[in-house]
């Protein structure tokens, strides 16, 4: 009797303790289960999202017992989602649904930046601008186009040591045709200038030069400084049979005073007006190739005939103020003029 009540005791614990593991392993499964669905959304489910979800349906699958017996039965500790550690979280990851990935597997991308060689950029240095000092402003300008005003104007611009002559004449544009004569002759003396028409002191070239003129020219106690003006004394010659004489060559004597500005090139009286008085001067061929022959002169060939003339006396004065030699003072006695 008392053999058969305690196999009757044992079986009822072995059931009852059948029954409460069966029960947590219920328990168990169910938490798997859900910790499963609250895991976050893959790529492939990220399309679904915008439609209405649907019911998510748990299937509780009863769990199989294993053939145990009373020696081989452990209790399982039951573990909690709440308790178990969370991952570490990286400041610079912003966690997202797609991230299924533990943050602190993930490296952020470094990226490489392009160096770039920094190169200093300096401004061009701009030539500085002085203001033109030649003007015809206050100085006298006299047309003499008569026998009758020839002695009174030779008087206002011919007086004194020094003087610039300029000559024009009428350009010929074809070959094989003759050079016309001198049209126009002008003479500065630094304060006076004067525009001497040769076609009306001659009766259009039909008698000779008036002789006051052409004393004048021939003086050699007057120094006479111009552009090119042995080419001018040979043209006078040519044209009037004039031997003029004291005249200064300033393209020749400007490569013994300052050779450095100009290096072997062709000096002229733009170039010497532009380097040594920065002044630029007007050599457009409208002013150049026009007819010095006419009964009146337009008011702007006389200012370009004036200018010439005015220009060629300050570009003598600046060779002199820069650099002065006895060889560039007896320029014109070593040159037989």
Known sequence: MQRALAATATATTTTMHWSS??????????????????RPVVNSQLNSLSKPPKPFLIDIIPSVE???????????PLVSSANQPSPKMNKSHTPSLTDIIPVELVKPVKKKM?????????????????????????????????????????????????????????????????????????????????????????????TPIPKTLSDYLEDASVKKVGMNIRGDAAKLNRD????????????????????ELFDGERVSLKKLSERLLNHELDKSDNLRITNWEAKHLRDELVQYAAMDALVGFEVYTALKKRRWSPKAENYEAKKGV
């Open 21 to 38: 593991l069966a029960q947590s392993k219920r328990e168990m499964h169910l938490l798997f289960v859900r910790h499963v669905s609250l």
């Open 66 to 76: 294993p053939c145990v017996t009373p020696s081989n039965i452990r209790a399982a």
């Open 114 to 206: 392009r160096r770039t060689k920094l190169t200093s950029i300096t401004s061009p240095v701009l030539p500085s601008t002085t203001t033109s000092s030649v003007s015809l402003a206050g100085i006298d300008i006299h047309i003499c186009d008569s026998l009758i005003s020839l002695p009174r104007v030779l008087n206002m611009c011919g007086s004194g040591p020094l003087v610039s002559v300029d000559l024009e004449w009428n350009v010929v544009m074809r070959r094989g045709q003759p050079v016309p004569k001198t049209a126009l002759i002008q003479i500065y003396n630094g304060s006076s200038i004067g525009l001497f028409r040769l076609k009306m002191l001659t009766d259009g070239f039909q």
């Open 240 to 259: 009037f049979g004039i031997s003029m004489r004291g005249y200064i060559e300033l393209s020749q004597l400007a490569k013994e005073v300052c050779p």
